[in-house]
């Protein structure tokens, strides 16, 4: 039984000398306390040395990668063309799987070959032998330093940064081209004003000063490559009549080079902007598709990179970009905000204003998900963020419609989704509201309702049909002239007073008693 052990300065095979001492892997370590056990339980067969650094990065990287070295190979195959039934220990399962497929050799790797790893590890010096200490703490200084840049060079994260670069460049030359404009605009504002306000496209307004110069060339300018034929003819008709100031050959030479500057940042824009959405195919397609090249690459500027924009949940990816009012909502207790970066993504941008909200929540779900595949997945396709593409559309559809399916549960049924309608509330004003006492006013209403409850009579004649109403109205007519009659006898008669009663005599008290003591002396 064999054992392949991988240092900096090469590759070492040592020959297992008792394998019954590989079963005990608790006690293993008792046979390398010294050199001199560690000797007697494995002898070395051979040493491949690297001839120089290269080499040893080469090596590395392949065992990186799970793959077979070209020194390991021509050495396994020196040494086990004999012994061919000979298994092989390795430390790393893809190197032994590799070897396998390479050279139909037998390897072997569990807890117990990395238990006896450890131990040739502690051990090594004695092992080896002719190479001193230095000599290989030097050599794997220098191979950990060559490694580190293999990986940093060919790392995914390089890309993301070139990414991240195109994307600040992106919004820098964005600003840029606003503050030349609203420059070029001004200064020729003074000798053409109304142009400004017919060509509303910067582009061709910066070529058509470019091409034309002064106001008094205009009508002899051919505008049409530039213009549409009604905005040419309006523009004509207003260098005619123009109330700008006259200018020199020297300022319309120094505006024009102003057009040839903003004609090139925008060429250099489109440019830039063709490059941004090739590399956001290659690195991330899924999230592309999903928000948007430009919106993706700002994600992936703002997190740092694709792997820490993968890192994040959906309810940090939804919010990412509006940390400040997050904060704010926080510290102040109001409403956090519900989207940031991924507002300006075309599908929440085509809800309305109060799914705006729920679509954001739903697009950051599926855009975690998609930045996780294109982040850690092998294959770099965009079937899986087209298909949440076509799931959230469906779903911005239903809530448009009005309409919300049921996500949670079993079922799939359908719940309608009333559309909120305000309804007018009117109040009046209220007088019994004003009495300060506990009794309450009646209305002159409740009063004619308390008298008819009260009638009887009233109540038989509204029961009684429409022909006997004529008789009552007579009877009571002929009442009320009784009544008046009955007055004006007993106006015409003599008032009799009428007699008051004895009052009840009050028992005297003796303060009483004493009042009338005192009358009674006067008197």
């Known amino acids: 039984m064999f054992v392949l052990y991988e240092t900096p300065a090469g590759y070492a095979i040592f020959k297992l000398m008792d394998e019954k001492k590989l079963e005990q892997v608790d006690n293993l370590y008792l046979e390398f306390e010294t050199p001199e056990k560690a000797n007697k339980l494995l002898k070395l067969k051979h040493f491949e040395k690297f001839n120089d650094t290269t080499e040893a990065l080469a090596a590395a990287t392949a065992a990186v990668e799970g793959k077979v070295a070209k020194p390991l190979k021509k050495t396994l195959k020196k040494l086990l063309i004999d012994e061919v039934q000979a298994p092989l220990l390795v430390a790393d399962a893809k190197l032994g799987t590799a070897i396998k497929d390479k050279l139909s050799v037998q390897c072997v790797y569990n807890t117990g070959v990395q238990e006896l790893m450890r131990c040739i590890r502690q051990q090594a010096d004695s092992l080896l032998g002719g190479l001193p200490k230095k000599e290989m703490t030097a050599m794997a200084l220098g191979l950990a330093h060559s490694l580190s840049r293999y990986k940093l060079k060919f790392s995914p994260d390089k890309i993301d940064t070139m990414i991240v670069q195109a994307q600040c460049l992106l919004d820098d030359l964005d600003k840029e081209l606003n503050n030349y404009m609203m420059r070029a605009r001004e200064w020729y504002g003074w000798h053409f004003p109304e142009l400004g306000k017919i060509i509303t496209d910067n582009i061709a307004f910066v070529k058509t000063i470019k091409l034309v110069g002064t106001r008094d060339n205009m009508a002899a300018a051919d505008l049409s490559d530039i213009l549409p034929e009604d905005v040419e003819e309006k523009v004509k008709e207003a260098a005619e009549i123009s109330m700008g100031t006259e200018i020199s050959e020297e300022d319309v030479m120094n505006i024009q080079c102003l057009c040839d500057e903003i004609i090139s940042i925008n060429d250099y824009r489109t440019h830039l902007y063709d490059y941004l959405k090739a590399r956001m195919m290659a690195m991330a397609p899924n999230l592309t598709v999903l928000v948007g090249d430009t919106v993706g690459a700002r994600l992936i500027a703002h997190a ?132 300060t006492l506990n009794v309450k006013k009646r209305k002159h209403s409740e009063a004619e309702e308390e008298e008819e409850s009260s009638s009887p009579v009233k109540k038989e004649v509204k029961e009684e049909p429409a022909e006997e109403e004529a008789e009552l109205k007579s009877e009571k007519k002929k009442k009320k002239k009784k009544k008046q009659k009955d007055e004006e006898a007993t106006e015409d008669e003599p008032k009799t007073e009428p007699k008051a009663e004895p009052e009840p005599e009050e028992t005297p008290t003796p303060a009483k008693k004493k009042k009338k003591s005192k009358k009674e002396q006067q008197e």
């Open 304 to 435: 740092g990179s694709l792997i820490n924009l993968a890192k994040h949940p959906s309810s940090t990816v939804q919010i990412l970009g509006a940390e400040k009012a997050l904060f704010r909502a926080l510290k102040t207790k109001k409403d956090t905000p519900k989207y940031g970066l991924i507002y300006h993504a075309q599908l929440v941008g085509q809800a309305s204003q109060k799914n705006k909200g729920k679509m954001s929540r739903s697009l950051a779900a599926k855009a975690s998900l998609a930045t996780r595949v294109d982040a850690f997945g092998e294959e770099a396709t965009f079937e899986l963020g087209a298909a949440h593409k076509v799931k959230l559309e469906a779903r911005l559809r239903l809530l448009e419609e009005g309409n919300l399916r049921k996500l949670s549960g079993t079922g799939k049924a359908k719940a309608k989704f009333e559309k909120y309608q305000a309804k007018s509330e009117v109040f009046t004003y209220q007088p019994e509201a004003d009495n």
